[in-house]
């Protein structure tokens, strides 16, 4: 039965709480994001769920952020399952040229016009005394931390990508 809910592929079988939608007083810059939530978008400052029909996004690319995300999402949990994928997701993830990193690079530019975006760098922080890159890994220009959110961030601004920080 077609829904009259444009934005049903980026909505949570379940609805989001409360708490972990954006209420920022403000309109901070979103991260397009995987985070093992079925919403790619989140504040920059909270790191919670930005609620898409805030930013009326057109159904062409409602359907092309909730594809990115579905290859994103996977690749992602391909990495946690730590099995014989992770070393081929994590490959995935972390160059900056694979495909799922080009399409997000293309979404980000389109989401930006509607509302600040950044699109966000996968790092495995799970390793032993983790260090965050320094340099993008795009234009390897030293990254530039972003205080305002509630952990540490890098970011590089004019490629648009951001990552967990120190």
């Not at 979404?107 to 993008?136: G, H, K, M, N």
Request: charged share 15%.
């Amino acid at each position: 039965m077609p829904t009259s809910d444009p934005y049903f592929k980026l909505r949570p079988l379940h609805p989001t709480a409360a708490e972990d939608v954006c209420d920022c007083p403000h309109t901070p810059p979103i991260k397009l994001m995987t985070a093992l939530t079925s919403h790619p978008l989140h504040c920059i400052d909270c790191n919670r769920e930005v609620a898409p029909e805030m930013l009326k996004l057109s159904a062409q690319l409602i359907e092309h952020i909730a594809a990115w995300h579905s290859v994103a999402d996977a690749l992602y949990r391909l990495w946690l399952d730590s099995g014989e994928y992770a070393a081929w997701a994590a490959a995935q993830l972390t160059d900056i040229t694979s495909a799922v990193n080009t399409r997000g690079l293309e979404l980000q530019r389109q989401l930006d016009p509607i509302r600040r975006c950044y699109l966000w760098y996968f790092q495995d922080q799970s390793v032993e005394q983790f260090v965050p890159i320094t340099a993008c890994p795009r234009c390897r220009q030293p990254l530039s931390a972003y205080s305002q959110g509630i952990f540490a961030q890098l970011l590089c601004e004019p490629c648009h990508i951001i990552m967990a920080g120190a």
